[in-house]
């Protein structure tokens, strides 16, 4: 992987600035979104690490296991002294699993958009295995960053990307950053992704409407973030939760739906929203093996090993340059 920064950072805009500029274009095109990775502020990070351990959120839990299962086959494909870097480190529970089969890797390089939540992480690790560089990174990773270097030339970088953060990407987004990846990549480099497959939609479903009401509040926080960090006035009991399987799209969406006529204003800008507007949060796209093996392979990656649970719920893949 080449350690090119692209673009000038004191040229780009601060985080406020750029968080408030997506919400105001997010809410004034006629399909209101907002990107889903400002979900991850320093509470947001901990309510998504509860989301994890529900019962009714599989992903998780069974992506866990298809790494404790097939952990040595997947060091062996990773190699000795690799250079790891993991996108959207979040708490690097799987990680941990993963640095338990690994062979001396020369570096990991956690990435993470929550800049406390990295660092409070990347002390833990250091740590828990005292032998292991660690060399955080708190950034955007769908943006170019910059990658430390190992002390010693590393055998070969391995991206990291669990968790089925790739399904939060339209198909066409997901695909560009597979491809921005591969081109940052060098000849053998690797990337171990995983990614969640398409299933029983009530099992979806449920997944993103656990009764605990977790996600819900995870969805909701996007709201009470706005109000404190952009001094918005969202009511954010007049706004619910809405989670569904979109078939033709293959995708989970998550909605906040206004529950009356409303009025919020952000900064100087004014929305107004009728009863049962949505703004949309969220996307989580589901594949079958086939697909992302094609994805992949058309934007310069070659399927190596793909490993699953028993019920075909979640897939880890390993792809080469
Ligand atoms: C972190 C993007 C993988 O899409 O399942 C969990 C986020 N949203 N519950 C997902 C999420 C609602 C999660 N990812």
């Excluded at 901990?46 to 009714?56: H, R």
């Excluded at 053998?188 to 299933?199: C, E």
């Excluded at 649970?309 to 979640?314: A, K, P, S």
Aim: proline share 4%; glycine share 4%; aromatic share 10%.
């Amino acid at each position: 992987m080449s350690a090119s920064l692209v673009g000038n950072p004191s040229l780009r805009a601060s985080p406020a600035t750029e968080f408030l500029d997506a919400v105001l274009k997010g809410l004034s095109s006629a399909s209101r979104s907002i990107p889903s990775k400002y979900f991850y502020d320093d509470i947001g990070s901990k309510i998504f690490d509860d989301i994890c351990e529900l019962e009714e959120y599989y992903p998780t839990r069974v992506e866990s296991e298809i790494m404790h299962r097939y952990g040595d086959q997947i060091a062996r494909r990773l190699g000795s002294d690799v250079r790891l870097v993991e996108y959207g480190s979040g708490s690097s529970i799987k990680t941990r699993i993963l640095l338990d089969h690994l062979v001396d890797p020369c570096l990991y390089v956690p990435v993470d958009i929550s800049n406390q939540h990295l660092a409070r992480t990347a002390d833990a690790l250091a740590r828990e295995y005292p032998l292991l560089n660690v060399a955080p990174v708190a950034a955007d990773f769908s943006r170019p960053f910059e990658v430390p270097k190992c002390e010693f030339e590393p055998d070969r970088t391995c991206v990291y990307f669990p968790g089925s953060t790739i399904g939060n990407f339209a198909r066409e987004e997901a695909s560009q950053l597979l491809a921005d990846i591969a081109n940052r990549c060098e000849r053998r480099d690797g990337l171990l992704i995983g990614f969640d497959l398409r299933k029983d939609i009530s099992v979806l479903e449920t997944a993103y409407n656990d009764s605990a009401g977790v996600t819900a509040a995870f969805n909701k926080n996007l709201l009470h973030r706005i109000n404190s960090e952009l001094g918005a006035n969202f009511d954010t009991h007049q706004f619910d939760h809405h989670a569904f399987f979109n078939d033709a799209a293959g995708r989970i969406e998550m909605h906040l739906v206004s529950q009356r006529e409303q009025v919020v204003s952000i900064a100087d800008h004014s929305f107004r929203f009728d009863l049962s507007d949505t703004i949309c949060t969220e996307y989580s796209h589901k594949y079958s093996i086939s697909e992302f093996e094609q994805m992949t392979s058309e934007v310069g990656w070659q399927c190596k090993e793909t490993w699953s649970d028993e019920r075909d719920y979640f897939a880890v893949m390993y792809l080469v340059r």
